[in-house]
């Protein structure tokens, strides 16, 4: 039987980075021919993480429930693209080292811009008010965010089109071996 091998594709980065942006446009090019489903740090938060907090521990959890879901999705030939701000590094590795012990081929990208470009993009205010003291807890102000040190793709959303962002991803893939081509824009 041909199964189509299903992967973990892990969006990460600060609030309003471009994440869910940039797994829409990944969705786009990407569900024509594979079945996909996107786990949006919001809607998890929403409907599988509901009660969590923000302290280090919740955040933590956050990102374990998101890595499960994702696994449980991908062991059956799904892609999931995972746009979680996921911010400390051990439980983004614990994540990685769960796919690759059930062989799930698992792509990291840090979708990264400057905190200065991230305040003016911010339509809820939420750096404003974390500035101001306003809001505990926020990770990239008030909490740490741990970038990748070594991500396996890097998308500059400050400087690089969403597209570009997008080919930058879909290129990552198709040289695993987890699509094939992708015809040019």
């Known amino acids: 039987m041909d199964r189509t091998v299903g992967f973990i594709l892990w969006l990460t ?4 980075a471009g994440k869910s942006t940039l797994s829409r446009a990944l969705r786009e090019h990407l569900s024509p021919t594979r079945a996909i489903e996107v786990l949006d740090g ?3 938060r929403t409907w599988l993480s509901r009660g969590l907090g923000f302290s280090r521990e919740d955040r933590e959890e956050n990102v374990r429930r998101i890595g499960h879901v994702a696994r449980l999705l991908a062991k059956h030939g799904v892609c999931v ?3 979680a701000i996921s911010p400390y590094a051990s439980s983004r590795d614990e994540v990685r080292r769960l796919a690759a012990e059930a062989d799930i081929p698992f792509v990291e990208v840090f979708v990264q811009a400057p905190l200065d470009v991230l305040i003016v993009r911010d339509v ?3 750096y404003k008010k974390a500035l101001a003291g306003e809001l505990a807890h926020f990770t990239g102000v008030s909490d740490p965010y741990e970038a990748p040190a070594a991500p396996d793709v890097t998308v500059h959303s400050d400087v690089d089109t969403v597209e570009a962002g997008a080919r930058r991803v879909l290129e990552a893939l198709r040289q695993r071996g987890l ?5 040019a824009a």
Not at 13 to 16: I, P, Q
Not at 179 to 183: E, H, L, Y
């Open 179 to 183: 699509i094939a081509a992708f015809a």
């Open 42 to 44: 919001d809607e998890v």
């Open 13 to 16: 980065g600060l609030s309003g």
């Open 124 to 126: 809820k205010g939420l």
């Open 81 to 83: 693209i995972a746009a």
